[in-house]
T-cell receptor, first 114, second 117 residues
Framework: GQNIDQPTEMTATEGAIVQINCTYQ??????LFWYQQHAGEAPTFLSY????GLEEKGRFSSFLSRSKGYSYLLLKELQMKDSASYLC???????????????FGAGTRLAVHP | EADIYQTPRYLVIGTGKKITLECSQT?????MYWYQQDPGMELHLIHY???????EKGDLSSESTVSRIRTEHFPLTLESARPSHTSQYLC????????????????FGPGTRLTVL
């Protein structure tokens, strides 16, 4: 089967660091995406990992371990505007037409408090 | 980043009505998708298209239909809406991303929140 697990909710304090974990079991793997989704808005692309290791992009970093089926998103210097849902998505088995479908987790709702 | 638009943003209708959710993108992306998302739940792919006149059903069974007559336009239609269709519908498009060498990056529209009474 195909499964993506991430915590349902997390809370953190403004200025702090938070790590959102994601574990996956999929029938294929062509990379892992993180998206941010504010309430009532569209998911927006944050990061992509296809090789093991850490990818850093400003205050956000994403890590991947393919052997462990594990990723995390690290948010530093948290701001109030970072309060949102963070979606982990794995690019897995190919669809017809030669491209891969995204399998989404349910998202982690992060609340940042003053 | 893609410019992708959905209308309407919110729709409340009665059971049995026919509705069309509009999705347009201005970036010339070949691939487009429709997802369904209930509150606090994961996105489920219901339709996708890899080009004009090509459409396929996704993972989640849906009574909706789609068409792709023009590259930029990918409307979704429900012939007879029911309360079980109440959900958020997200449209996305994708292009090859040099950073994502083996897969596309999908960009999402703002969504349509549909309520069927």
């Amino acid at each position: 089967g195909q499964n993506i697990d991430q915590p349902t909710e997390m809370t953190a304090t403004e200025g702090a660091i938070v790590q959102i974990n994601c574990t996956y079991q999929t029938s294929g793997f062509n990379g892992l995406f993180w998206y941010q989704q504010h309430a009532g808005e569209a998911p927006t692309f944050l990061s992509y990992n296809v090789l093991d290791g850490l990818e850093e992009k400003g205050r956000f970093s994403s890590f991947l371990s393919r052997s462990k089926g594990y990723s995390y998103l690290l948010l530093k210097e948290l701001q109030m505007k970072d309060s949102a849902s963070y979606l982990c998505a794995v690019s897995g088995s190919p669809l017809s037409g030669g491209y891969n479908k995204l399998i989404f987790g349910a998202g982690t709702r992060l609340a940042v408090h003053p | 980043e893609a410019d992708i638009y959905q209308t309407p943003r919110y729709l409340v209708i009665g059971t049995g009505k026919k509705i069309t959710l509009e999705c347009s993108q201005t970036m010339g992306h070949d691939k487009m998708y429709w997802y369904q998302q209930d509150p606090g739940m994961e996105l489920h792919l219901i339709h996708y298209s890899y080009g004009v006149n090509s459409t396929e059903k996704g993972d989640l069974s849906s009574e909706s239909t789609v068409s792709r007559i023009r590259t930029e336009h990918f409307p979704l239609t429900l012939e007879s809406a029911r309360p079980s269709h109440t959900s958020q519908y997200l449209c996305a498009s994708s292009e090859y991303n040099a950073l994502a060498a083996s897969t596309d990056t999908q960009y999402f529209g703002p969504g349509t929140r549909l309520t069927v009474l």
